[in-house]
């Protein structure tokens, strides 16, 4: 059963980083805006595959991209309307 969910968490975090690090990169407003918010959904799947690994350092980072990912999201709000 952990096995599946850490394939889950794998997944996860592939399919969500990929999509954030390309929409962060865009150069239209209206799709870099998502990459804040997907990328704060990937979050908790990086928390939940560093703890089960005992990876106390990437936790750390996970927890620092989780403000990065925040304000990113709250910067985009302002630069332009949903």
């Known amino acids: 059963m952990l ?3 850490e394939a889950l968490c794998q997944a996860n975090i592939l399919i969500t980083d ?3 690090s390309y929409l962060s990169g865009s150069k239209a407003t209206k799709w870099r805006r998502f990459a804040g918010a997907i990328g704060i959904a ?4 990086w928390i939940a595959a ?3 690994d005992h ?3 990437l936790l750390l980072l ?6 990065m990912w ?5 910067n985009s709000k302002s630069e332009a309307q949903w």
Not at 42 to 45: D, E, G, I, L, V
Not at 62 to 67: A, D, I, L, P, T
Not at 70 to 74: D, E, N, R
């Open 3 to 5: 096995l599946a969910f």
């Open 18 to 20: 990929m999509s954030c």
């Open 42 to 45: 990937a979050q908790p799947f």
């Open 50 to 52: 560093a703890w089960i």
């Open 55 to 57: 990876q106390w350092g």
């Open 62 to 67: 996970s927890f620092w991209y989780s403000v």
């Open 70 to 74: 925040i304000g990113m999201f709250i």
